[in-house]
C-alpha cells in the first residue's frame, strides 16, 4: 500500500508538470523544478521501498516472493529490482523521472517538458496497473529466488542499460513535438536532441550487445544472436535511433530534412512502445523465451502506443506546412544523398526485423499464430546489410573529412562489426558422444573428456574439457532437487578464435524412486529401508518451514542412519541428496504424506558413476569472434566522443 502510495504521489506531480507547462508559454522556472522534483522524489522513494522489501526477504508482496529468496547473493538481490515484468517498469520509470528533473535545470521549452511529463505520467500508470507492491495471496518462508539463467553479472546489468536507452529516447520525441507545438519551423531543438539521441543510441546499443554476450556465454546454444523476437523489439528502435541521429545532423544543415528528422523522432518512441507492448501482452508466449505471461496490461500499454504514435503523427500533418522547404539534396554524389540512402536501408532493414518480430501477432488476426524463423532475417537482411557496408566504405574514401573523430571511430567500428559477423559465422560444428579421458579430434583441435566434478553443496557442477592441453569448465547449475537448472558453456578463447564447448544434459535412466511406509521394511534391490519416524517444523507464524524424516538403511551387516529433510518453498520444495555408506548410495527425501506415515525417496547413482558416464557434447569453432567483441567496444568509444562535438 506504501508503495502505491508513492507512485500515486509521483503520477499527481508529473500530471501537475504537464499541465503547469502545456497550458503556459513561459511557466515558472522555479514551480517546474520543484514540482519535477517532487514527481522524482516520490518515484525515488517508491523504488527504494522494493529494494528494501526485497533485501528484508518480505516475501508478502508476491514480487518479493517471486523474485528473491533469503539465499541470493546480493547482486542478485539488487538486480531481483527489474527481474520481473513489474519491477522493470519501475526501474524504467525511475530513469525517466530522473531525466525528466534534470531536463527542468536545462533550456528546455515548456511544451517538451510538457509532453515529457505526459510520457512520464502514462509510465507511472503502466506500474500502477502492474504494481511490484501487491500482496502475495499465499503464505511463504522462503521466495522462488532468481531463475539461475538470471543469475550473471551481465544479465544483471544488461535491463537497466537498455532502460536508460529508452527512457533517454523520448527527450529528442519530446523536444520534436514540442518545436512542432510552438515554433515548427524552428530547428533550434536538433543540438538538444542530436546529444539526447546519441547518448540513448549507445546506451540502447550497449545494453543489445551485452544480451548477445551473455547469450553466447551462458545459454550454450553456440551463437549470440537468435533473431528472437523479444531480442528484435529492441534492435528496431536502436535501428531508426540511428535513421534519427543522420537525419537530425543532417537537417541542422538543410532545414527541408527537418520534417524526416520529426517523423523519425516519432517513430523511433513509438516502436520503443510497441516493442514493450509486444513482449509483454503475452502474444510472443509461445514464440519467445525471453517474453512475459500475458496480462491485462498489453490493452493499456497499446492505448499508451496509440497514444504517441497517432498524437505524434496528427501533430507533425497539421503543422507540415509551416516546416521548413527547400530541397534535401543538388546532386546524387553529394554526402547529403548518400546518407538519406543509407538511412533508406536501415528502414528497410528495421521495416524487414518489424514484420519478422510481429508475425505472432499479424498472423494470429487472419489465423494461426505463426512465426518467422532465422532464415527469414539472415536472407532479407544480408544483401541490404552488403550495399549499406559498401555505401559507408564510399563515404569513407570521399567525405571522410568533414566526419568528426567520434563518427569516425563509431563508424570504423560498425562496418568491423558486419565484418566480424561474417567472419565468425564460417567456423565448424560438431556434435558427437565422449567417452571420460578418451582423445577425440574435433574441427583440428585434440579434445579430452575428463568427467564431472561437483561442488560440496552439489548445487553446481562442472563438465571438465581438456582441449589442446587446456583445461575448461562447462558449468551446469542445479536446482534443489537436483535438477538442470542452467546450463554454460566451456570456452577455449584464443587470438584465432573460440572453441565453444557445450555438453548435452546426460540421460540418467538409474533413478530409482522408493515409497516407504513407517515401520515397515523395504529394498531397493540390494539395501533395505525403514522409515521410522518424520516431523514438520513450523515458523511463528504456525506455517512449515521443513520436513525431517528418520529413516534407517542397511545392507544386512551394517546399518546407518539417515534425516534427510525437503525444505518448504512457494514452487514446492527442494531437498538434496544424501550420501551412504561412504558414498556408495545417494538417496533424496522427494517427499512425506501429511499424516507423516509415508516416504518417498530417490535412489541416485553415485557421484562417481555419474562422473564415468559418457556425455554427448556440441563442438563449435568461432573465428576470430573477439573482433565482434573489440568492434562492439569501438562503437560505443566513438558514439560517448561524439556526445562532446556540438
Known sequence: MTGNLLLGGGLAAALAVMSICLAQKIPSARLTKVVALTSASFIVAASLLLWNLIFENDFSVEYVASYSSTTLPTLYKISAFWAGQQGSFLLWLLIHATVGAVLTFRRTSAASLGIYFMLQSVLTLLVLAKSPFAENPAQVVEGVGLNPLLQDFWMAIHPPIIFVGYALLAVPFALSLGSLLTEAASRSWLAEARKWTLTAWSFLGAGIFIGGYWAYKVLGWGGYWGWDPVENSSLVPWLLSAVLLHLI??????????????????????????????????????????????????????????????????????????????????????????????????????????????????????????????????????????????LMIYTFVKFGRSISLGGKIAHVGFLAMLAAIVISSQGETVTQEFQPRTIALVAGHEIIYEGQAFREDERQKFYIY???????????????????????????????????????????????????????????????????????????????????????????????????????????????????????????????????????????PTLEKISAMPITTTITTKPFIWLLWLSVATICIGTFLAIKRK
Not at 496509440?306 to 516546416?323: Q, R, Y
Open 466 to 604: 581438456k582441449v589442446d592441453g587446456e583445461v575448461v569448465r562447462a558449468l551446469t547449475k542445479l536446482r534443489g532437487n537436483g535438477e538442470d537448472a542452467a546450463r554454460e558453456p566451456a570456452i577455449l578463447r584464443n587470438f584465432s578464435g573460440d572453441v565453444y564447448i557445450a555438453p548435452h544434459a546426460p540421460q540418467i535412466d538409474s533413478v530409482q524412486e522408493l515409497l516407504l511406509t513407517k515401520n515397515l521394511f523395504a529394498m531397493d534391490g540390494e539395501l533395505g529401508y525403514v522409515f521410522e519416524d518424520a516431523h514438520i517444523d513450523y515458523d511463528d507464524n504456525e506455517r512449515p518451514i521443513q520436513a525431517t524424516a528418520s529413516i534407517t538403511i542397511t545392507d544386512g551387516e551394517i546399518s546407518e542412519e539417515i534425516h534427510p529433510l525437503i525444505v518448504v518453498t512457494p514452487d514446492g520444495g527442494s531437498s538434496q541428496a544424501v550420501e551412504v555408506f561412504n558414498g556408495k548410495r545417494r538417496v533424496r527425501l522427494t517427499g512425506i504424506s501429511g499424516d507423516l506415515q509415508k516416504a518417498r525417496l530417490e535412489i541416485l
Open 249 to 390: 545532423n543532417l537537417a541542422r544543415k538543410k532545414s527541408a530534412v527537418a520534417a524526416p528528422a520529426h517523423v523519425a523522432a516519432t517513430f523511433t518512441y513509438a516502436l520503443v512502445i510497441y516493442g514493450t507492448f509486444l513482449t509483454r501482452s503475452g502474444i510472443l508466449g509461445d514464440f519467445s523465451v525471453h517474453s512475459f505471461a500475458g496480462t491485462s496490461i498489453g490493452a493499456t500499454i497499446a492505448l499508451a502506443n496509440a497514444l504517441v504514435l497517432i498524437g505524434g503523427l496528427s501533430i507533425i500533418l497539421v503543422k507540415a506546412k509551416e516546416l521548413p522547404q527547400g530541397k534535401m539534396y543538388e546532386s546524387f554524389g553529394e554526402s547529403a544523398f548518400i546518407i538519406l540512402l543509407s538511412c533508406l536501408l536501415i528502414i528497410f532493414i528495421a521495416a524487414i526485423v518489424w514484420v519478422g518480430m510481429s508475425m505472432p501477432l499479424l498472423s494470429q488476426i487472419f489465423g494461426e499464430a505463426a512465426a518467422v524463423d532465422e532464415n527469414f532475417y539472415v536472407k532479407s537482411t544480408a544483401p541490404i546489410a552488403a550495399v549499406l557496408f559498401a
